[in-house]
């Protein structure tokens, strides 16, 4: 019984980061971490998954940071305290025969489902402009005054 008791302390303390849940950082506080230090900041988010809330201030396709052309959407406002977070959502990690498209003003990125002779299934909305939004992307780099994080998907419980 010992043996067991160890076992299952052993086990709880090296899963427990896989059980806990990242707490979201709201995009302006991320963003006043990267204009008060950069290098700091660097550091602590390099390699690490990052769930962050904000509004969405645009939303663009084919965006070349990765070389997987993305779709990119941007978390800002008008107020905001300076670098934007730019949550790259991949095609490629999408499930087989499904893509993102965006609207041709931009306002709308919307989940499209295709068969397999590329005729359209379904399409759902996405992500609008102006939305609030829950992202979880890993930590890509700090480029061009904007903060990116790659391989982002939303998150179910999304702010009101």
Known sequence: MKNFTLAFVVFAI????????????????LA????????AATAKYQGKLITVTGPVASIAAGDMTVDDPSVAVIL??????????KCLFQN???PVGTE?????DGSEAILRKKDSAGN???????????????ATGSFL????????L??????KEQPE
């Open 150 to 155: 790659q391989h982002c998907r939303l998150d």
């Open 14 to 29: 090296i899963a427990s980061p896989l059980w806990a849940q990242q707490a979201p950082v709201d995009w302006k506080t």
């Open 120 to 134: 359209l299934t379904s399409s759902e909305p996405l992500v609008d402009v102006g939305q609030q939004i829950v």
């Open 32 to 39: 006043a971490e990267f204009a008060q230090d950069q290098a």
């Open 76 to 85: 800002s406002s008008a107020d905001g305290p300076g670098p934007d977070v």
């Open 141 to 148: 780099s700090y480029d061009g005054g904007d903060i990116v």
């Open 92 to 94: 490629e990690d999408l």
């Open 100 to 104: 993102i498209y965006v609207t041709g």
